[in-house]
């Protein structure tokens, strides 16, 4: 079963440009040669998306192969299929990744094992409920991410699939 979805490289420093592309190509399979475009919201550093088509597991492959580069933020999108609730993951330098399934209108879908145990903290007083669930929706990452969106726009998006 295939899925797709769009990969955001929201800000890279352009001695790592390169790095991404040969890391998304090692993904899907294929050569990948991103365009690159000047990331107004950081200067110095670069961003670039891409629409993507391949195996379900695809988003997540992405996200591991990018995760850990201090500098680097991101996110990747799968879109549900047949087999398989949509994905978002998101990654920032201060935050780490954010995992996210989504249901087939984009909203975030939490698990019920998470909803409780943000309520048990929030009934012990080690959290505010509000807060954990925040961190539940990624609302941390939206926020640290939305200015790198918005100087994002109107950015090209191209189709690449990968080889099965």
Known sequence: MTTRGVLYVHSAPRALCPHV?????????????????????????????????????????LASALRGWHLLRFEV??????????????STPDLGIFHAVT????????????????????????????????????KPWDDELEPFRYAGEGAPVRWLHQVV
Not at 38 to 43: E, F
Not at 77 to 90: D, K, L, M, N, V
Not at 129 to 137: C, M, N, P, T, V
């Open 103 to 138: 249901g087939m209108h984009g909203d975030i879908m939490i698990p019920e094992d998470r909803l409780r145990a943000a309520v048990a903290r929030s009934a012990r007083g080690e959290s505010e409920l509000d807060g954990e669930i925040a961190k539940l929706l990624g």
């Open 21 to 61: 592309e040969w890391a998304v190509a090692g993904v899907l399979g294929v050569r990948v040669t991103l365009d690159w475009i000047k990331q107004p919201a950081a200067p110095g550093t670069w961003r670039a998306e891409f629409s993507w088509q391949g195996e379900v597991g695809t988003a997540s492959k």
């Open 77 to 90: 999108t799968a879109e549900p299929c047949a087999t398989a609730e949509g994905e978002r993951y998101s």
